[in-house]
């Protein structure tokens, strides 16, 4: 149930963090994870929950974050839905080319794809 107090997270694409070799230097690209921010509800509105430092206050719409997102904000599930698409997305997509016809009508039932 969120509420206040209930801890959501932002997604802050400046938030950069990278992975560090055994001299401490960063490499690679940014760690996708360490984008999300936790941000604390600290007050509501009848649509919104208000939340953030006192500098950065922003409303978060009740009824788009019950489905774990709204706009740049997520819930620890929401969060952890996002980080599993981004890090896997492009690995699925990858497997479709060698996937075999009875494997991606399968597939398409799911998504709901109809030729």
Known sequence: MI?????????????RVYKRDENNRPYGGAIYAE??????IHGETKLSW???PSYAISKVNKKEIMTGRSG???TAEGMNDQIWIEDHRHRVRDRLYSAT??????I???LGYKP
Not at 3 to 15: A, M, Q, V
Not at 35 to 40: A, I, K, L, R, T
Not at 101 to 106: F, I, K, T
């Open 3 to 15: 509420g206040i107090g209930t801890i959501l997270y932002r997604f802050d694409e400046n938030r």
């Open 72 to 74: 740049d904000f997520f």
């Open 101 to 106: 016809a009875d494997q991606l009508r399968q």
């Open 108 to 110: 398409a039932a799911i």
């Open 35 to 40: 984008h999300f921010v936790p941000v604390e």
């Open 50 to 52: 208000i939340c953030g």
